[in-house]
């Protein structure tokens, strides 16, 4: 059924999904069919990171990671495939644009099982719930007279205002002058687990190592498409390094609500180092999807009780149907 969405015209899909979801049980069909529909129904792209750079690289766990996990990748250095991207379904997207988000793709090899991670340049999702991100997209959906209405998309966000967080945090920072030049963040909360079976909660953060931003003048002077050569400028001159931080939640802080923060001054450790060495044919990233929900090894596990992690699966599933179709 999941499938069928994929020949679905525009037009068609955002009749059919016009109506608010009646229950937490969201169609990932569904969320997918209105993030092409929203972005232009571009053919053969990603739903979300439609416009991309395909990179490989290497993670090398620092020495005391394995006290935290028992993951193959917090053992040894592991070869990865990796992807920087804009969010969004727009593959023409400008790279000036703001408030969006900056994504990162990777996959940690190991013939164990991979590590796979698919995060974005801000600390928070725009939405809690699957039935809140289905919503947030339909009040956004172009009426008759071909534009969204904004009185619906005020009253959503009155009633909503956790999902103004991601833009509001955004809008208060300069775009990064590189992919390479700005943190990343899952999001999500992880339980890392040792090979003595204990268990840690953890933020896990990209920490990136040479971090550089635009003014708004500097950002003026820049053509719409300038990543991918700065990128490539900046893979010639060595690897771009991210340290993999986790920041370790205490009890009582949001650890199923990807739109809440954790407060400031939590305790960290460095699990390793992520450099990104050089750039890699599309069609090395484009042939499967990132899988951050399946692909985790014994070690890592994704959180049972955060309602954004589990549809992740199949939402990527439908859209990888779509574009490979
Ligand atoms: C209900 C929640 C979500 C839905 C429905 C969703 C949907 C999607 C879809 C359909 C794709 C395209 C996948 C493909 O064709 O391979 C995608 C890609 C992406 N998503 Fe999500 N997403 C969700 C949550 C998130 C979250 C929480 C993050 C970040 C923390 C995120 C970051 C990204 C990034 C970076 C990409 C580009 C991946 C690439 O380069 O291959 N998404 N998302």
Redesign the pocket.
């Known amino acids: 059924m999941i499938r069928s969405l994929s020949v679905l015209a525009s037009a068609a899909v955002l009749a059919s999904l016009a109506a608010p979801a009646p229950a937490e049980e969201v169609d ?1 069909g569904a ?2 069919a209105l ?1 092409f529909a929203l972005s232009g129904d571009h053919k053969g792209v ?4 439609a416009k ?1 750079v395909c990179l490989k690289g290497t993670f090398t766990p620092a020495a005391d990671a394995a006290s935290l996990s028992k993951a193959p990748q917090f053992a040894k250095a592991v070869p990865v495939t990796a ?1 920087f ?1 804009m969010g969004g379904g727009n593959p023409k997207i400008s790279d000036k644009t703001k408030p969006t988000t900056r ?3 990777m996959r940690m090899q190991d013939p164990a099982g991979d590590l796979t991670f ?3 340049s801000a600390p928070v ?1 725009s939405t809690r719930t ?1 039935a809140q ?1 289905l919503e947030f997209l339909q009040v956004r959906a172009p009426g008759p007279d071909g534009k969204p209405d904004p009185e619906k998309i005020k009253a959503f966000a009155a009633k909503n205002p956790e999902t103004g967080r991601q833009a509001a945090w955004l809008n208060a920072r300069p775009v990064p002058a590189s992919f390479a030049g700005t943190d990343y ?4 909360t992880y339980t890392l687990t040792n090979a003595k079976g204990e268990a840690t909660k953890a933020r896990l953060t990209f920490v990136a190592a040479d971090k550089a931003t635009l003014s708004d003048d500097e950002l003026k002077a820049k053509p719409d498409s300038f990543y991918a050569d700065e990128l490539k400028e900046r893979l010639a001159r060595g690897p771009a390094k991210f340290d993999l931080v986790a920041i370790l939640p205490e009890p009582g802080d949001p650890t199923t609500d ?1 739109t809440a923060d954790l407060p400031e001054g939590r305790k960290t450790r460095t699990l390793g180092t992520l450099a990104i060495a050089g750039i890699e044919p599309d069609a090395t ?1 484009d042939a499967a ?2 899988e951050p929900v399946v692909d985790l090894p014994e070690g890592i596990a994704g959180p049972a009780d955060d309602p ?1 992690f589990a ?2 699966s199949p ?2 599933a ?3 149907s779509r ?1 490979s179709n």
């Open positions: 990932p969320i997918v993030q990603r739903a979300s990171g991309g992807r991207s994504g990162f793709a698919v995060i974005i999702f699957p991100l963040w899952a999001v999500h990807v990233c999807t990132f954004m549809i992740r939402a990527y439908v859209s990888l574009r």
